[in-house]
C-alpha cells in the first residue's frame, strides 16, 4: 500500500490550500486516515484525522476551525483543506491510513500503518 499527499505549495499568510491524499494497492475506503505534520529537525505532529466512514473527524488545536478533513471513498481520496494559513503552519504534509478496516481516528502517528511520500505547505508572512 502506497499513499501519495499532493498539493503542497506556497501561499502567503491567510491563503489556502487543499491537500489530497490517495492511494495505490488498497482504496483508502473503509480505513481511518489521519493528516501528520513535520518540520526537519522536529517530531512529527497531528494534525487532523477522519474515521473510516467520516463520521468522525479530530483536530490539533492549532488547527481547529482553521483546516478540515474530509474524504470521498468514490474518489478514494481524503482531503484536508487549509485555510486562513499561518507561517506556522509551514511543513512537509504527509497522510497515513491503518491496517485494519473500521477503526476510530487516533492522534498517534505509530497507529498508522502506511505512508507515502509528504507534499511540502510554505507560508511566508
Known amino acids: 500500500v502506497q499513499l501519495q499527499a499532493s498539493g503542497g505549495g506556497s501561499v502567503q499568510a491567510g491563503g489556502s490550500l487543499r491537500l489530497s491524499c490517495t492511494a495505490s494497492?488498497?482504496?483508502?475506503?473503509?480505513?481511518?486516515t489521519g493528516w501528520f505534520r513535520q518540520v526537519l529537525g522536529k517530531e512529527s505532529e497531528f494534525v487532523a484525522g477522519?474515521?473510516?466512514?467520516?463520521?468522525?473527524?479530530d483536530y490539533a488545536d492549532s488547527v481547529r476551525g482553521r483546516f478540515t478533513v474530509s474524504r470521498d471513498n468514490a474518489k478514494n481520496t481524503v482531503y484536508l483543506q487549509m485555510n486562513s494559513l499561518k507561517p506556522e503552519d509551514t511543513a512537509v504534509y504527509y497522510c497515513?491510513?491503518?491496517?485494519?478496516?473500521?477503526?476510530?481516528?487516533?492522534?498517534?502517528?505509530?497507529?498508522?500503518?502506511?505512508w507515502g511520500q509528504g507534499t511540502l505547505v510554505t507560508v511566508s508572512s
Open positions: 497515513g491510513t491503518q491496517r485494519y478496516q473500521g477503526g476510530g481516528v487516533v492522534r498517534v502517528s505509530a497507529r498508522y500503518d502506511y
Open positions: 494497492g488498497r482504496p483508502l475506503n473503509n480505513y481511518a
Open positions: 477522519i474515521s473510516w466512514t467520516g463520521g468522525s473527524t
